[in-house]
């Protein structure tokens, strides 16, 4: 019988929000709505193995580290030495009650090149006996009241451990770790602040250096759109103004081709000036947030040419699924990031309520993200079986990677 997963990330952040990994999220598609994310992956070391061999590591974490879960199956498991030892970073949970054997294997994981992190953990939790051979620990701040957490993040500064607050999911979570001093966050205060402050983002210097160049050596259109395709304030900044009366159009534009054919290269090129000069390294979004979007964005892409629908519309998916994090790049609700961006109704239906096609597909692509157990539903809802979109979702992830952002 074929095993099938599906596929998320969750990015793994410092303390200067500067992306450092993944933890990277199993789900058995044919018990997805019964049992939870953690108990299957732990349950089955041979849909994380599979996968991840199937996959590449490479494609999914880059230059980056993994962090992967692991129950008391896996690892006594010789299936773990397959994985590349320097990028992976093995998660035990709280209850893996620890007996000799287990203590002297994860010992010799780590002087393999395997990183040991404790997740949601108390020193009172059976996990603790790993304390001295873990070099992470995944300290949940809404599992516990405020004061025992911060109690755990000050008692663990004696150990040479690096501690990472996860489930960081309000404004106030994030100033409590970070007035802690904790070393890294995990969690979807990135992806959904609570905070409603507007935030200015600038596109990279280096982009509109490109795009410049460029535009003096009279280059096609597509090489054009390959560089908005990376840099979502660029693309944001152009959709925004091509779309607004100043531009003097009669209809909405969806797609970076289109913007670029009715703006032309001589007006292009003068409003990349002006956006040279006036832009600044201040309010650039982080990594994390970049690539994120990206990935949503070309997953949403794929999902689209998958469907057999034209090349245009699944540009517009793209931009659909790059704008979806409007709301975090700028802290402030998506109903007022979109305010003055003059989208297609189709565009912007998707983004606030998961209207549409596009709309199905962008929830499709949370869920992939977040493990949720709708997924399975979800995806039956549009056609999509497991197998189909553990392919896509590896080359979206593959293809961001490769941009080397």
Not at 135 to 142: C, M, W
Request: charged residues 20%; proline residues 3%; aromatic residues 10%.
């Amino acid at each position: 019988m074929t095993v099938s997963a599906f596929l998320g990330r969750q990015p793994v952040l410092n303390r200067n929000q500067q992306l450092i990994g993944y933890e990277l999220l199993f789900r058995q598609s044919a018990s997805a709505t019964e049992a939870g994310l953690y108990a299957e992956l732990n349950a089955d070391t041979d849909v994380l193995v599979n996968t991840l061999n199937h996959m590449g590591t490479c494609w999914l974490i880059g230059n980056k580290l993994a962090f992967i879960n692991v129950g008391e199956s896996m690892i006594g498991s010789d299936f773990l030495e397959l994985l590349p030892p320097r990028r992976v970073v093995l998660e035990i949970p709280s209850k893996f009650v620890p007996s000799n054997e287990s203590l002297s294997r994860v010992r010799h994981l780590r002087s393999l090149g395997f990183g040991v992190a404790l997740d949601d953990f108390s020193f009172d939790a059976p996990s603790a006996a790993f304390l001295e051979l873990a070099n992470y620990v995944k300290l949940d701040i809404q599992s516990v009241d405020l004061q025992t957490f911060q109690s755990r993040a000050v008692r663990l500064r004696s150990y040479p451990v690096i501690r990472i607050a996860k489930r960081v999911e309000t404004y106030e979570h994030y100033h409590v770790s970070r007035d802690l001093g904790v070393d890294g966050y995990q969690g979807y205060y990135f992806a959904k602040p609570e905070t409603l402050s507007a935030k200015v983002i600038h596109p990279s210097f280096n982009n509109i250096l490109k795009l410049l160049n460029l535009l003096r050596q009279d280059a096609p259109l597509k090489e054009l759109e390959a560089i908005l395709k990376i840099d979502i304030a660029l693309s944001f900044k152009l959709l925004r103004y091509v779309n607004s009366a100043a531009a003097g159009l009669n209809s909405v534009i969806s797609s970076f081709l289109h913007a670029l054919t009715v703006l032309g290269y001589k007006r292009l090129y003068r409003w990349l000036t002006l956006l040279l000069v006036t832009s600044s390294e201040q309010g650039q979004m982080s990594a994390a947030l970049q690539k994120t979007a990206i990935c949503r964005a070309r997953m949403m892409e794929l999902l689209a040419l998958e469907l057999a629908l034209p090349a245009e519309i699944a540009d517009s998916f793209f931009i659909t699924g790059m704008f979806s994090l409007l709301d975090v790049i700028f802290d402030m609700p998506m109903v007022l990031a979109l305010e003055h961006l003059n989208l297609p109704d189709e565009m912007y239906s998707a983004l606030m309520v998961y209207a549409g096609r596009s709309g199905a597909c962008l929830e499709l692509v949370f869920a992939m993200e977040a493990g949720k157990d709708n997924l399975p539903q979800l995806a039956l809802n549009l056609g999509f079986d497991a197998d189909v979109l553990n392919v896509l979702h590896a080359n979206a992830l593959s293809w961001v990677e490769e941009l080397s952002l």
